[in-house]
C-alpha cells in the first residue's frame, strides 16, 4: 500500500503562505511529478508529505491513516535527495545496509535485502566498492538502494538527477522508471525538468506559486493544457502565443490578432466575441507546407539547424515567434516568411484570466 491524501493542506513561513490550502490524491503505486519553476513550492510539498516541514494548516493521510503529526521515521516513506548523503569511508554493501543495521535486523536478513537491492539496481560488481570509486550514476543508485531495502510503501525523490550530466540523467531516468516497473510502488518526484517529468511520469502535478495549476497525464498536460501557464510551462520549444481578439464575421468567429492577420476560430468562441484573446500554436504544429491551414507571416531572427529540422526563430509583428522548418529551409534573417498553423491544434485562452477555452470544457 503507498497511498497519500492531501486535505486543505497549507504551509506558512511566518506571515507569507507558500502553499495555500491544496487538495491532492496520490493512488497506490502511482507514479507523480511535482513540477514547476523554482520557488513555486514543489519541493515544501514534498517535505511536507514526508514529515520534514510540519503543515500549517490540512490533514495528510497515507494509506488511509492520518499521518500529519507522525515524525518522518514513523510515516513509511523513503527519501531520495538530490545530495548523494553517503558515508565515504563505507562501501556500497555498508550504505546500502546502513538503515537496516541502525534498525536492529540480524546479519543475515541484511545481506539478503541488500543483495537483492544490488541485483535490481546492477551494483553487484560494485558491491565492496566506496563511493568514491563510483559514477554519479552509480552513486545515486546507491542512495535509492538505500532507500528499497526499507521496504517503504512510497518512494520520495526530490530533484535526484540534477546533479547528472546530460547523459547520465537520460540513462538514470530510464533506471528509475524501469525500477517503478518493477517494485509496484508509489513514487511521488520533485523536477524543475518538464522533460523528466513527461516521460517518467504516470501524473505530473504543474505547480506555480505553491498552487496546482494542473494535474492531469503527460499527453493531457500536452494537448489540453487548463491555462495560459501550464501551456507555455510544457513543451520545448515554449507553445508560441499571439495576442488579439475575437470578432464576428458574416456571422463566425475570428481571431484577430494584433498585428493584424485573421484566422477562423471554433464556433464555440462566439460567446466571448469582443474578449481580449491569446491564441496559442506549438511550434512542432506550423511549418511550411500549406495544407496544414492558415497563413501568417513571420520575420526571420535566426535559424537553428537540428538535425531533423530546422527551428525558425522570427517576429510576428511585436511578437516572438517559433516555427518547426524542414531542415531544408535555408531562410536568412530580415527574410519574411510565409508559416502555416496546423488549424486542429491551436489553442485559445482568454486574457482576463488566462483559462483555455474548449467547445468540451
Do not use: W
Not at 513555486?40 to 493521510?61: M, N, P, W
Not at 523513503?78 to 569511508?89: C, D, K, T
Not at 471554433?266 to 497563413?295: F, K, N, Q, W, Y
Not at 529540422?309 to 531542415?327: N, R, S
Amino acid at each position: 500500500m503507498g497511498s497519500i491524501t492531501l486535505k486543505q493542506v497549507a504551509k506558512r513561513f511566518g506571515d507569507t503562505e507558500v502553499i495555500p490550502p491544496l487538495n491532492l490524491t496520490i493512488e497506490d503505486g502511482e507514479f507523480v511529478v511535482f513540477v514547476g519553476p523554482s520557488g513555486c513550492g514543489k519541493s515544501t510539498l514534498l517535505r511536507l508529505i514526508a514529515g520534514l516541514e510540519d503543515v500549517s494548516d490540512g490533514v495528510i493521510e497515507i494509506d488511509g491513516n492520518d499521518a500529519t503529526s507522525l515524525p518522518p521515521a514513523k510515516r513509511g516513506l523513503a527519501m531520495v535527495f538530490q545530495s548523494y548523503a553517503l558515508y565515504p569511508h563505507m562501501t556500497v554493501r555498508k550504505n546500502i545496509a546502513f538503515p537496516l543495521k541502525m534498525a536492529g535486523l540480524d546479519q543475515a536478513t541484511i545481506d539478503a535485502k541488500v543483495n537483492g537491492a544490488a541485483a535490481t539496481l546492477n551494483l553487484a560488481d560494485y558491491i565492496d566498492r566506496r563511493p568514491g570509486q563510483l559514477s554519479g550514476g552509480q552513486r545515486q543508485r546507491v542512495a535509492i538502494g538505500r532507500a528499497i531495502v526499507r521496504e517503504p510503501s512510497a518512494f520520495l525523490f526530490d530533484e535526484p538527477l540534477s546533479n547528472l550530466d546530460a547523459a547520465l540523467r537520460g540513462n538514470m531516468r530510464l533506471e528509475i522508471s524501469e525500477l517503478h516497473q518493477t517494485l509496484a510502488t508509489t513514487m511521488v518526484y520533485v523536477t524543475h525538468d518538464q522533460v523528466e517529468a513527461m516521460t517518467m511520469a504516470d501524473r505530473v502535478v504543474v505547480m506555480q506559486r505553491g498552487v496546482i495549476e494542473q494535474a492531469a497525464d503527460p499527453i493531457t498536460l500536452y494537448e489540453r493544457p487548463r491555462n495560459l501557464f501550464v501551456a507555455s510551462f510544457i513543451g520545448a520549444p515554449s507553445m508560441n502565443m499571439l495576442a488579439g481578439q475575437i470578432a464576428m464575421e458574416d456571422g463566425h468567429p475570428v481571431f484577430v490578432s494584433n498585428s493584424g492577420f485573421r484566422i477562423s476560430a471554433p464556433a464555440h468562441l462566439a460567446s466571448v466575441a469582443g474578449e481580449a484573446m491569446i491564441l496559442g500554436i506549438r511550434p512542432e504544429h506550423t511549418g511550411e507546407d500549406s495544407s496544414l491551414g492558415p497563413c501568417i507571416q513571420a520575420t526571420v531572427i535566426e535559424m537553428e539547424p537540428l538535425g531533423p529540422h530546422t527551428l525558425l526563430i522570427g517576429k510576428v509583428g511585436d511578437e516572438k515567434f517559433t516555427a518547426q522548418m524542414p531542415a531544408s529551409n535555408k531562410s536568412q534573417p530580415d527574410d519574411v516568411v510565409d508559416v502555416y498553423l496546423e488549424h486542429s491544434k491551436m489553442h485559445f485562452f482568454r486574457a482576463s484570466d488566462g483559462l483555455a477555452l474548449r467547445e468540451s470544457d
